[in-house]
């Protein structure tokens, strides 16, 4: 007789429609979300270790880690079948190698709850995107981080209770983008030119600095002391005259 494959899904709501539609070879729980997590208690994360964290059972999840591990037992193949999300990946690797560890676990994805789009994840079943894993297990670290730093000023200077944290996505992009940005940038020497200018026969109050932007008709680029010292050496003495003066008004 073949033995019949579990399925792990997030919500119990969730697990008894699945378990509809896939039938009796299949036996179908729910993980409620979330089993691990960083330790409430501590900041769980070693910053001056590669910011190598520590996991601990989310508390109330035991039952559940328990039920799991005990459906585990004599089955096929284990599907794990979280939400299609960053969090849902990360839910599922932490199950494959945190809870279920040498079992044979897959990763199956729908975005529908049809009959149609279950049995055709079921087909297409995968092993773990490790990218949206890091990139989950990033947010939350740096939520943590953050959270734990920022909590005890906002506890000092506003009230008691208050959390910081929640590091939104779209701002963790952001800084990434601007790191990389930063880790990419080569350093290149360039030299600018000012001189302080007055009127003829006026006090020195009216002297304005004015900064070289044109040189023989061309969009000055100077890449030297010496390049500057001869551009200098051309221009001073010369009599400079104001051609325009634009105003505008700025807010």
Known sequence: ?????????????????????????????????????????????????????????????????????????????????????????????????????????????????????????????????????????????????VGYFLSPLLWRKLARGLSAGRVQSVALRLIVEREREIQKFLAKEYWEIEAKLKKPGTEDETAFMAKLDKFQSKKVEINSQEEAANIVALIKGNEFKVEEIKRSEKR
């Open 1 to 145: 007789m073949k033995k019949k494959d579990l399925v792990i899904v997030e919500s119990p709501t969730k697990a008894k429609t699945v378990g509809k539609i896939l039938g009796n070879n299949f036996v179908v729980v729910s993980s409620m979300g979330h089993l691990v997590d960083l330790p409430k208690k501590s900041l769980g994360v070693k910053v001056d270790a590669n910011f190598e964290a520590s996991y601990t059972v989310i508390q109330g999840r035991k039952k559940i880690i328990d039920k799991i591990k005990k459906e585990a037992k004599n089955k096929g193949i284990i599907y794990v079948a979280t939400d299609p999300d960053r969090e849902g990946e990360a839910i599922g690797w932490q199950i494959k190698n945190k809870i279920l560890k040498g079992k044979n676990v897959l990763r199956v994805v729908f975005h529908e709850i049809t009959s149609s789009a279950v049995k055709e994840s079921f087909a297409k079943s995968r092993d773990f995107d490790e990218n949206m894993v890091e990139a989950q297990a990033g947010r939350r670290i740096l939520d943590r981080i």
